[in-house]
């Protein structure tokens, strides 16, 4: 039993997070990106006689594209296609943006820093209840990932203007639609059962950083030899009692974490980690190094840092989280129909 996948207070906020799991990098393509002046400068299209030009819609879908797709690089043939197949996706929801900020307007609805930073908070608590971490725990993902600090980078999120936008839609929605976007006690605990083993429930976990010593698939005996002689010259090093095994894991470590001085996170007893590994980090405790763990992917010195006992996160503490959710969830076919509904009088219009 593990916590779910993050569900924020709307469905939308989720974007806001994404750069939690490490910065995002711009699309990447075998071709050079041609320059913002070369862009479209066309109408694709006026909404009640606003224009939107053809260079908001290229923007907006290499925006899409680089939130989907994560930094991956992509052959320019399928680039082609994939922004092809986004346009009337993209189309659509320029044009449902355009028709919620003019009917927002009309209602007053206003919205200050103050309320957007409240939202954001809200957004990291449930992002905390999810995911089991504690806030100095996200605090510290969030300057090993990005560099700066949680209320940085709360701030930098908030000063977004989709940001604004979208939390300046849900209050429109709720204003219009304030009996079909209420959550009931009963329901938030309905909720709370179906998913408490599922989302909220952690198993025992532990932290630890290691330093590998890769071995390639089908490598000689003389290879993994050569591997491991390396590998029992470091462990002397890192069992020293002023051993800084960050420093040797940057140093001497061939996987992926060694930039992070080895740190792996926290992860559970089944399921994340080659058996031996996992076997050997759950027999330690906080602050041991083990001795060389073989696995498919070389020899390992591996440090626990930190060591969480199964956990269950009470209704209480999650009741916010879940009626912010079951109410995004209601949110998609309100704000659907609200949509339609402004269409219907709507003047569209797109260039012959």
Not at 222 to 228: F, I, L, N
Not at 263 to 275: N, S, T
Not at 297 to 319: N, Q
């Amino acid at each position: 039993m593990t916590f779910g996948k993050t569900v924020f207070g709307a469905a939308v906020w989720t974007c806001f997070l994404v750069p939690i799991a490490g910065a995002q990098s711009p699309l990447k393509s075998t071709e050079v990106a041609a320059p913002a002046t070369s862009l479209p400068k066309g109408v694709a299209c006026t909404v009640n006689g606003r224009a939107i030009t053809q260079r908001e819609v290229a923007e907006t879908v290499d925006a899409v594209l680089a939130e989907r797709t994560q930094g991956q690089s992509i052959p320019p043939k399928m680039l082609a296609q994939l922004r092809e197949r986004l346009l009337p996706e993209v189309m659509a929801g320029l044009i449902a943006d355009e028709l919620l900020n003019e009917d927002a307007d009309k209602a007053k609805i206003n919205v200050t820093n103050e309320d957007l930073s409240q939202e954001m908070e809200k957004v990291v608590r449930s992002h905390l209840v999810r995911s089991g971490m504690s806030r100095s725990e996200f605090e510290a993902q969030i300057q090993s990932n990005l560099g700066i600090s949680l209320e940085k980078f709360m701030k930098r999120q908030t000063s977004d203007p989709r940001f604004r936008q979208a939390y300046r839609h849900t209050r429109l929605l709720e204003k219009q639609y304030p009996s079909e976007l209420a959550v009931t006690e009963q329901e938030v605990q309905a909720r709370y059962a179906t998913d408490r083993d599922s989302v909220y429930s952690r198993p025992e976990v532990v932290q630890a950083s290691h330093i590998l010593f890769g071995t390639e698939a089908g490598a000689s005996a003389d290879e993994k030899a050569v591997s491991r002689k390396k590998a029992e010259t470091v462990l002397k090093t890192a069992k020293a009692p002023d051993a800084n095994f960050a420093e040797l894991a940057k140093l001497h470590s061939t996987g992926p974490s060694n930039e992070r001085g080895g740190d792996l996170g926290y992860f559970p007893r089944e399921g994340r980690m080659a058996e031996p590994f996992a076997a050997a980090a759950f027999a330690m405790k906080p602050g041991d190094v083990s001795e060389i763990i073989e696995t498919q992917f070389g020899y390992h010195i591996i440090l626990v840092t930190d060591r969480k006992e199964p956990m269950v996160v009470t209704l209480a503490d999650a009741e916010e989280t879940i009626r912010e959710q079951l109410k995004a969830e209601r949110m998609v076919e309100v704000r659907q129909r609200h949509i339609d509904m402004l269409k219907g009088s709507a003047k569209i219009e797109y260039p012959k």
